[in-house]
């Protein structure tokens, strides 16, 4: 991998599955960029890196949007879906909108799709705010790249 392995994240945090952790994710990046949070005319961009069928992407997705809802209910919300090509997004895209209720409940919230393998470089430079993966680090056995600013955790 090279040194600039997802460099388009703002903030790339793997913890867990525990809401408070991706509650405090968001908690620090707005410490760490609270003019981030005034500028609603740009979306708040999430990525979840290695989502397969969406399913564990929807707890994470429903706290960290809420988190952002909280300090700036204006801000529209993006969210990246990120998997290998051969991903059935459809699938990926419908559990995602179901478990979010994003036709009911969530407003100003967009699905989008990314078929790339994140291993390499997924999107432009600092174009994503918060980057996370719930299962697909389970395939590195490292950091892949120097992380001197972000969390990075792998579980042993």
Known sequence: MTSNYNEAVSDWSIVSQNPNDFKLMVTRYQQANPDRFENTALPFTICDYGCTDGG?????????????????????????????????????????TKGLKLETELSNVFLMASGKDYTTQVFPRKSIDIGFSTLACMIISHPPAPITDNIFYIPS
Not at 70 to 94: G, W
Request: glycine share 0%; hydrophobic share 45%; aromatic share 4%.
């Open 56 to 96: 564990t992407s929807v707890p994470a997705l429903k706290v960290i949007i809420t988190a952002v809802r909280d300090l700036s209910p204006a801000m529209p919300v993006q969210v990246y879906l990120n998997d290998l090509p051969e991903c059935r997004f459809d699938k990926t895209i419908d559990t995602v």
